[in-house]
Protein backbone atom coordinates (compact mmCIF):
# COMPACT_ATOMS: atom_id res chain seq x y z
CA UNK A 1 0.00 0.00 0.00
CA UNK A 2 1.31 3.21 -0.96
CA UNK A 3 2.33 5.37 1.86
CA UNK A 4 1.40 9.43 1.61
CA UNK A 5 3.00 12.06 3.91
CA UNK A 6 0.89 15.06 4.66
CA UNK A 7 3.40 17.83 5.96
CA UNK A 8 2.16 21.04 7.12
CA UNK A 9 3.36 24.15 9.36
CA UNK A 10 0.17 26.22 10.41
CA UNK A 11 0.45 29.25 12.66
CA UNK A 12 -3.25 29.53 13.54
CA UNK A 13 -4.84 26.25 12.30
CA UNK A 14 -6.33 26.84 8.68
CA UNK A 15 -3.63 25.04 7.40
CA UNK A 16 -4.12 21.91 10.00
CA UNK A 17 -7.35 21.57 9.00
CA UNK A 18 -6.55 21.63 4.70
CA UNK A 19 -4.54 19.01 6.10
CA UNK A 20 -7.10 16.92 7.17
CA UNK A 21 -9.46 17.57 3.88
CA UNK A 22 -5.67 16.23 2.01
CA UNK A 23 -5.50 13.33 3.97
CA UNK A 24 -8.97 12.21 4.09
CA UNK A 25 -8.74 12.13 0.02
CA UNK A 26 -5.51 10.51 0.34
CA UNK A 27 -7.32 7.35 2.12
CA UNK A 28 -10.30 7.31 0.38
CA UNK A 29 -8.42 6.57 -2.59
CA UNK A 30 -6.42 3.78 -0.91
CA UNK A 31 -3.30 5.05 0.51
CA UNK A 32 -1.92 4.35 4.30
CA UNK A 33 -1.57 8.32 5.32
CA UNK A 34 0.54 10.22 8.24
CA UNK A 35 0.24 13.71 9.29
CA UNK A 36 2.94 15.26 10.38
CA UNK A 37 3.98 19.17 11.20
CA UNK A 38 7.10 21.17 11.14
CA UNK A 39 8.85 22.49 14.39
CA UNK A 40 7.93 25.88 15.32
CA UNK A 41 10.59 28.03 15.02
CA UNK A 42 9.28 30.86 17.49
CA UNK A 43 9.88 31.16 20.81
CA UNK A 44 6.84 29.82 22.89
CA UNK A 45 6.04 32.83 24.94
CA UNK A 46 5.95 35.17 21.59
CA UNK A 47 4.00 32.73 19.76
CA UNK A 48 1.60 32.56 23.00
CA UNK A 49 1.32 36.34 22.68
CA UNK A 50 0.28 36.13 19.57
CA UNK A 51 -2.36 33.64 19.94
CA UNK A 52 -0.79 30.88 18.03
CA UNK A 53 -2.40 27.44 18.26
CA UNK A 54 -0.07 25.76 19.92
CA UNK A 55 -2.19 22.45 20.56
CA UNK A 56 -2.60 20.97 17.28
CA UNK A 57 -2.17 17.22 17.21
CA UNK A 58 -0.65 16.07 14.15
CA UNK A 59 3.57 14.75 15.67
CA UNK A 60 6.71 17.28 14.56
CA UNK A 61 8.35 15.52 11.62
CA UNK A 62 11.92 15.03 11.11
CA UNK A 63 13.65 15.29 7.64
CA UNK A 64 14.27 11.72 8.26
CA UNK A 65 10.97 10.79 7.90
CA UNK A 66 10.83 11.96 4.79
CA UNK A 67 12.34 9.16 2.53
CA UNK A 68 9.86 6.54 3.80
CA UNK A 69 6.66 7.60 1.76
CA UNK A 70 6.26 7.59 -1.37
CA UNK A 71 4.40 10.37 -1.76
CA UNK A 72 4.73 13.50 0.22
CA UNK A 73 2.14 16.63 0.58
CA UNK A 74 3.21 19.40 2.06
CA UNK A 75 1.37 23.20 3.08
CA UNK A 76 1.93 26.39 4.64
CA UNK A 77 0.72 29.95 4.81
CA UNK A 78 1.68 32.24 3.00
CA UNK A 79 4.01 35.04 4.22
CA UNK A 80 4.16 38.20 2.43
CA UNK A 81 3.91 36.17 -0.68
CA UNK A 82 6.44 33.01 -0.08
CA UNK A 83 6.80 29.89 2.12
CA UNK A 84 6.59 30.68 5.69
CA UNK A 85 10.06 30.86 7.69
CA UNK A 86 8.89 27.31 9.40
CA UNK A 87 8.57 25.39 6.52
CA UNK A 88 11.71 26.52 4.77
CA UNK A 89 13.90 25.95 8.09
CA UNK A 90 12.77 22.46 7.54
CA UNK A 91 13.07 21.69 4.07
CA UNK A 92 16.35 23.51 4.20
CA UNK A 93 17.64 20.37 6.24
CA UNK A 94 17.26 18.62 3.24
CA UNK A 95 20.50 18.79 1.70
CA UNK A 96 21.72 15.13 2.09
CA UNK A 97 18.02 13.80 1.17
CA UNK A 98 19.12 15.43 -2.10
CA UNK A 99 22.57 14.51 -2.65
CA UNK A 100 21.98 10.99 -1.93
CA UNK A 101 18.22 11.36 -4.14
CA UNK A 102 16.36 9.92 -1.84
CA UNK A 103 13.19 11.54 -2.73
CA UNK A 104 13.77 10.78 -6.89
CA UNK A 105 10.38 9.54 -8.39
CA UNK A 106 8.20 10.39 -5.22
CA UNK A 107 5.24 12.36 -5.64
CA UNK A 108 4.39 15.52 -4.60
CA UNK A 109 2.32 18.27 -4.03
CA UNK A 110 1.18 21.59 -2.36
CA UNK A 111 -1.22 23.72 -0.51
CA UNK A 112 -1.14 26.88 0.83
CA UNK A 113 -3.34 29.61 2.70
CA UNK A 114 -3.66 33.67 2.19
CA UNK A 115 -5.30 36.26 4.39
CA UNK A 116 -6.55 37.99 0.57
CA UNK A 117 -7.57 36.53 -2.34
CA UNK A 118 -4.51 38.30 -4.22
CA UNK A 119 -2.07 37.85 -1.24
CA UNK A 120 0.33 35.31 -3.17
CA UNK A 121 -1.28 31.88 -3.00
CA UNK A 122 0.23 30.62 -6.62
CA UNK A 123 3.57 32.18 -6.25
CA UNK A 124 4.02 30.57 -2.50
CA UNK A 125 2.96 27.22 -4.28
CA UNK A 126 5.57 28.10 -6.47
CA UNK A 127 8.04 28.03 -3.73
CA UNK A 128 7.34 24.63 -2.60
CA UNK A 129 7.07 23.12 -5.80
CA UNK A 130 10.16 24.40 -6.49
CA UNK A 131 11.48 22.71 -3.67
CA UNK A 132 9.67 19.58 -4.36
CA UNK A 133 11.10 19.39 -8.34
CA UNK A 134 14.58 20.16 -6.29
CA UNK A 135 14.15 17.19 -4.66
CA UNK A 136 13.48 14.95 -7.88
CA UNK A 137 9.57 14.53 -7.24
CA UNK A 138 6.71 14.49 -9.50
CA UNK A 139 4.36 16.79 -8.77
CA UNK A 140 -0.06 16.63 -8.54
CA UNK A 141 -1.56 19.67 -8.67
CA UNK A 142 -5.26 20.32 -8.31
CA UNK A 143 -6.46 20.09 -11.71
CA UNK A 144 -9.94 21.72 -12.75
CA UNK A 145 -11.38 17.88 -12.17
CA UNK A 146 -11.85 20.57 -9.24
CA UNK A 147 -14.49 22.73 -10.55
CA UNK A 148 -15.37 24.24 -7.36
CA UNK A 149 -12.37 26.70 -7.79
CA UNK A 150 -14.31 28.11 -10.95
CA UNK A 151 -17.23 29.63 -9.12
CA UNK A 152 -18.27 32.85 -8.92
CA UNK A 153 -21.15 32.98 -6.38
CA UNK A 154 -18.49 33.25 -3.24
CA UNK A 155 -14.90 33.64 -2.73
CA UNK A 156 -13.06 30.52 -3.02
CA UNK A 157 -9.20 29.41 -2.93
CA UNK A 158 -7.84 26.95 -5.27
CA UNK A 159 -5.66 26.76 -8.46
CA UNK A 160 -4.81 24.38 -10.40
CA UNK A 161 -1.14 24.54 -8.40
CA UNK A 162 -2.54 22.80 -5.40
CA UNK A 163 -5.50 23.46 -3.01
CA UNK A 164 -5.77 27.08 -1.32
CA UNK A 165 -7.85 28.64 1.55
CA UNK A 166 -8.52 32.46 2.39
CA UNK A 167 -7.75 32.87 5.54
CA UNK A 168 -9.28 37.07 5.86
CA UNK A 169 -7.27 39.56 7.93
CA UNK A 170 -7.85 38.65 11.38
CA UNK A 171 -7.91 34.85 10.61
CA UNK A 172 -11.69 34.40 11.64
CA UNK A 173 -12.39 32.88 7.96
CA UNK A 174 -12.13 29.19 8.23
CA UNK A 175 -11.71 26.71 5.03
CA UNK A 176 -14.51 26.73 3.19
CA UNK A 177 -16.48 23.11 2.28
CA UNK A 178 -15.35 24.13 -1.65
CA UNK A 179 -12.02 25.05 -0.52
CA UNK A 180 -12.08 21.47 1.76
CA UNK A 181 -13.60 19.55 -1.28
CA UNK A 182 -10.52 20.64 -3.19
CA UNK A 183 -8.25 19.68 -0.50
CA UNK A 184 -9.81 16.31 -0.27
CA UNK A 185 -9.45 15.88 -4.33
CA UNK A 186 -5.59 16.32 -4.82
CA UNK A 187 -5.11 14.69 -1.69
CA UNK A 188 -6.87 11.81 -3.95
CA UNK A 189 -5.10 12.62 -7.09
CA UNK A 190 -1.29 12.36 -5.58
CA UNK A 191 -2.83 9.15 -3.39
CA UNK A 192 -4.09 7.66 -6.64
CA UNK A 193 -0.55 8.80 -8.45
CA UNK A 194 1.44 6.84 -5.58
CA UNK A 195 -0.59 3.88 -5.85
CA UNK A 196 0.07 3.19 -9.70
CA UNK A 197 3.62 4.05 -9.22
CA UNK A 198 4.18 2.03 -5.83
CA UNK A 199 1.14 -0.28 -5.45
Same mark, same amino acid.
Given at each position: ??????????????????????? +???????????? &???????????? $????????????????????????????? %????? $?????????????????????? #?? &??? %?? /???????????????????? #??? @???????????? @???????? +??????????????????????????? +???? @??????????? &?? /??
Amino acid at each position: MAKVLVLYYSSYGHIETMAGAIA +EGARAAGAEVDI &KRVPETVPEEIA $RAAYFKLDQAAPVASIDDLPGYDAIIIGT %GTRFG $RISSQMAAFLDQGGGLWARGAL #NG &KVG %GA /FTATAAQHGGQEVTLFSMIT #NLL @HFGMMVVGLPYS @HGGQTRLD +EIVGGSPYGATTITGSDGSRLPSETEL +EGAR @HQGELVARAAI &KL /FG
